[in-house]
T-cell receptor
Framework: QKEVEQNSGPLSVPEGAIASLNCTYS??????FFWYRQYSGKSPELIMF????GDKEDGRFTAQLNKASQYVSLLIRDSQPSDSATYLC??????????FGQGTELSVKP | GAVVSQHPSWVICKSGTSVKIECRSL??????MFWYRQFPKQSLMLMAT?????????EQGVEKDKFLINHASLTLSTLTVTSAHPEDSSFYIC??????????????FGPGTRLTVL
């Protein structure tokens, strides 16, 4: 089992729709969870992080965390073509290191 | 705030030469910096953790004699790829963790360095 698994892409949604990105992780000791966006050829940029069970909203983005299920997700509302990128889920393991998933490529069609 | 720079942004070198990449935290002090490598269509893989004033900790499978890491100050870490070969061609990205903000273990990423070895 991989340490971090994300839903395989590419994920294609029409402009204005909700994009749903999912992630499961294996380290039950993980307490912080980060979502990064990476455009082709660029380094990751932080979208948001979550550390408590439940939902956390920031503008068009909502992160959801369920530690019992070892599941974290990211919802993007009113998706825009500029949201087209690869989204990386990264829990922090007990050693304080970010463990990246393989990423989900999102394509928002105008 | 929380800006991390890398230099150079890209480099092309001949096989067998050594290449040094610098990672700087511009507006904060970082006791810990991380070095990642990313091959095309793959995710980021942690190579090593660099702690100011001490030896770096390398991930399994990463040759410490090939990838030399020095973290001489709270704002600078360097990665030297020694005797580079074409298979070392990759996108190298550093990140830094603020010395003060440790609660959530947030890392701030540099823009990356694209290395091409001919």
């Amino acid at each position: 089992q991989k340490e971090v698994e994300q839903n395989s892409g590419p994920l294609s949604v029409p402009e204005g729709a909700i994009a749903s990105l999912n992630c499961t992780y294996s380290d039950r000791g993980s307490q912080s969870f980060f979502w990064y966006r990476q455009y082709s050829g660029k380094s990751p940029e932080l979208i948001m992080f979550i550390y408590s069970n439940g939902d956390k909203e920031d503008g068009r983005f909502t992160a959801q965390l369920n530690k019992a299920s070892q599941y974290v997700s990211l919802l993007i509302r009113d998706s825009q073509p500029s949201d087209s990128a690869t989204y990386l889920c990264a829990p922090v393991n007990q050693g304080g290191k970010l463990i990246f998933g393989q990423g989900t490529e999102l394509s928002v069609k105008p | 705030g929380a800006v991390v720079s890398q230099h150079p942004s890209w480099v092309i070198c001949k096989s067998g030469t050594s290449v040094k990449i610098e990672c700087r935290s511009l507006d904060f002090q970082a006791t810990t910096m991380f070095w990642y490598r990313q091959f095309p269509k793959q995710s980021l893989m942690l190579m090593a953790t660099s702690n100011e004033g001490s030896k770096a900790t390398y991930e399994q499978g990463v040759e410490k004699d090939k990838f030399l890491i020095n973290h001489a100050s709270l704002t600078l870490s360097t990665l030297t790829v020694t005797s580079a070969h074409p298979e070392d061609s990759s996108f190298y990205i550093c990140s830094a963790r603020d010395r003060i903000e440790r609660v959530y273990n947030e890392q701030f990423f540099g823009p990356g360095t694209r290395l091409t070895v001919l």
